[in-house]
Structures are given as structure tokens and as C-alpha cells.
């Protein structure tokens, strides 16, 4: 799922400026094709502003300590928290620091935020401000995994992550300071900045009679994409917020679980978006897919299990990083009819344009992704974990964790 979907009455509808270009506007939009252009190239030069002991597995993500369990942990494991009314504090993106990022309009006011000049001089196909579950404090080495949470909106992480992305692209395009970045400091730090957090999640089937595993993955459309367009990513992978803008699916919607079954059902599935949230709480009991899933969890014919967090070096998006291993039965009945592109982009099953049933789960197609190819930083960190970890993972008695 795209990390800011819109609900009814909150799609954005602007198809371009809806005025004569400023030379600010202008500027700002060469700088922002090129930062969707170059996306890959960027993160990986701006990760080599950071300590490579801070880099996940040899990748560009970005992971404090705490955030990199030493072994697998079940999903269960993860104790969440809710305070709603918790103050957020951190830079907002509309402080005069950020104002380089936020063009001059024709009447020499400058757009209020970072998120405001994309609505309205380069919207992707869907952009929204929709309600978000706000990380303050994650701690995942323990043994069990702690995470906090206040309430959010999309726009709070693109008005200073995605605002220092471009900064950092203007930096290596035409020159000059990164004030806005220095200002972050260590984007590790989540007391500076908004971070909403999103589940990325390697799905892994498993044939246990042949001995192999595979997976998919997926080619995000920047026509389509507000976030990592024209990169690949895991799949499924979407933010972490309730299913819609009405107030009761905050508690509702408040669990890794739920918010993984729902983007399983959009990405994979084709399923469409909201699940009828917009009149009241999803009934995740009563919706066959999400029943027929979490049976099958219950039942060990799927795992899922965090294998870190990690941050984008370039726009500072916070990352889950779990895997879901399906027995291969259990996976063919669930996605068998799974659809080869969504509302984001492509899905694959074959690199190089081929086609098959699923990408071997092997060391030359790890080494190609998280190496080679344009992949986002969180993707490219949870296939080299995976691999790292690819002995419990895969293991043959699923109860066994260590």
C-alpha cells in the first residue's frame, strides 16, 4: 500500500500547477525529478554520510542497536503501546531551516510545507494526509520487542524526511549546504523528526518436499507512488495506520498483524482498500481472507517473524522488517489467484522480465538485489537478514526460534 492513501472526500484531485511557475517553483521541480529519477543512486551516496557500523548487514538502511534483534523474533513478541496524548515534538518540516525545500509562490509567500508544494506542483496519483501511528521508542534486542506509539499524520514524515531527501539532492546536484539534515542529525534519533513507521515484509513460500523457497517482489511505479518509485521492495509493504480516517479504527486497527493481513489482501490479493472502515471498525473475524489467514498462522502453515528496523538513509522512512514464511500449500490456496499489478506498480515472480512462479530464495539472486540492483535500503537490509537468518527461518520444526 502507498504510505499515504487517501480516504473518500480526501483525494488529492490537482493534475498540475494550477498557476504560472515561479522560478523558485521551477528550480524546486528540476530538483524533484531529479531526486525521483535517481532515488537509488542517492540513497546509497547519502548512506556514506553515515558510520558503516550503523548500517544494516552492509546495506544503506540505518539501524540503532536496539532496532536489530540477535536472532528472529515471532511477531507475537512484539508488545505495542498506544498514547495518543503523548506530546510529539521534533522538527514539523515548517521551520526556517526547511525553507529552501518550500518554494516562493507568485504572491512571494513560500508553500507552507514540503508535502503542500508536492500536492500542488508534482502529486503522484494518490496523496493524502490520512492518520498514522507516530513511532516515539522501539526496542526489538531483548528478547521480546517493545514499540511506542502516538497518533500521526502521512504528511509529518514527507515534510522533513522527504524534504531532506530533495535538500540532499540539490546538494549533489548544484552544490550547497544541507541545513536541513544537520538539523535532523542523527536520523536514528526519533525525538527529532516524525517518523511513521511502515512493515516491510519478505514473503518467503516455502516447498519443503523440493527443499527451496521463493519469493516476490515488486516494482513501485513512481507515476503512482508518493515514496521509492521506481525501486524494488519486498512485498507486501505499507505503513503502519488504521484502515481509515474515522476514529474507531485507531484501537481497532492497532496491531502489526491486522495491518499486514490488510496489505497481503491489496498487494497480492487485489482486494480494494478501506474494507467498508468508513462505516465501521473492520471485522477482521468475519472478512474470509483475514480469517483464513490468521488460521493459518494459528496453525503454523505461515510464520512471521521482525528481523530488525531499520531507517532510509536519504528520506529518514522507518522501517519493520519481518518475514512471513508460507508452506507452499498453504501459500498456492491463499494466492494462488494473485494478481501480477496493483494500484502501486508491478508485482513480479521472475527477474529480467521473465516469467515464473517465484524468485529462488538463494545466495546469487540475495547478492544481485541488495548489490546490483535499484532496491530500497529496508528491502535490500531484510534480504540479506533473511539470508543471514536463513537457518531459523527455514527451519523444519517451526516451534524452534533460536
Not at 515472480?349 to 539472486?365: E, R, V
Amino acid at each position: 500500500m502507498d504510505l499515504g492513501r487517501p480516504a473518500k472526500g480526501d483525494r488529492v484531485t490537482v493534475d498540475g500547477p494550477p498557476h504560472a511557475l515561479t522560478d523558485s517553483e521551477r528550480a524546486w521541480l528540476r530538483v524533484r525529478d531529479q531526486l525521483k529519477r535517481h532515488r537509488h543512486e542517492l540513497a546509497v551516496a547519502a548512506a556514506g554520510q553515515y558510520p558503516a557500523a550503523t548500517h544494516v548487514a552492509g546495506t544503506p538502511l540505518l539501524a540503532d542497536p536496539r532496532w536489530l534483534p540477535p536472532v528472529p523474533i515471532d511477531l507475537s513478541e512484539v508488545d505495542l503501546q498506544l498514547v495518543p496524548d503523548r506530546p510529539a515534538g521534533g522538527l514539523t518540516g515548517r521551520e526556517p531551516v526547511s525553507e529552501a525545500m518550500r518554494p516562493l509562490r507568485r504572491d512571494g509567500s513560500r508553500h507552507d510545507t514540503y508535502a503542500a508544494a508536492v500536492a500542488t506542483l508534482a502529486p503522484p496519483a494518490v496523496f493524502a494526509n490520512l492518520p498514522t501511528y507516530r513511532l516515539l521508542e522501539a526496542d526489538l534486542a531483548g528478547g521480546r520487542g517493545r514499540m511506542v506509539f502516538r497518533l500521526g499524520r502521512y504528511f509529518d514524515g514527507l515534510n522533513v524526511g522527504e524534504a531532506c531527501a530533495h535538500e540532499y539532492a540539490a546538494h549533489v546536484l548544484e552544490g550547497g549546504g544541507q541545513p536541513l539534515r544537520a538539523a535532523v542529525g542523527d536520523p536514528r534519533d526519533l525525538t527529532r523528526r516524525a517518523a511513521n513507521l511502515a512493515i516491510s515484509t519478505l514473503t518467503l513460500r516455502l516447498d519443503r518436499a523440493a527443499g527451496t523457497a521463493t519469493f516476490l517482489l515488486h516494482l513501485r511505479d513512481p507515476a503512482k507512488v508518493g515514496h521509492a518509485g521506481g525501486l524494488y521492495q519486498v512485498i507486501p509493504a505499507g505503513i503502519f495506520q488504521p484502515a481509515g480516517p474515522a476514529p474507531w479504527n485507531e484501537r481497532n486497527d492497532f496491531d502489526l498483524w491486522r495491518s499486514m493481513v490488510r496489505e497481503f489482501a491489496e498487494e497480492l490479493g487485489g482486494e480494494p482498500e478501506g474494507h467498508g472502515s468508513d462505516l465501521a471498525p473492520v471485522d477482521y473475524a468475519a472478512w474470509p481472507f483475514a480469517a483464513r489467514l490468521t488460521r493459518a498462522r494459528a496453525e503454523g502453515g505461515v510464520r512471521v517473524r521482525v528481523l530488525g528496523m531499520g531507517t532510509d538513509p536519504l528520506t529518514f522512512a522507518t522501517d519493520l522488517l519481518t518475514v512471513a514464511v508460507f508452506d507452499a500449500p498453504t501459500f498456492d490456496a491463499v494466492f494462488g489467484a494473485r494478481v501480477d499489478a496493483n494500484d502501486e506498480g508491478q508485482v513480479l515472480s521472475a527477474l529480467d522480465g521473465a516469467t515464473g512462479t517465484g524468485i529462488a530464495f538463494d545466495q546469487a539472486n540475495v547478492d544481485r538485489l541488495t548489490r546490483r540492483e535499484p532496491m530500497q535500503a529496508a528491502g535490500a537490509a531484510l534480504l540479506a537478514l533473511a539470508w543471514r537468518h536463513r537457518g531459523v527461518l527455514l527451519r523444519d520444526d517451526p516451534a524452534q526460534t533460536g
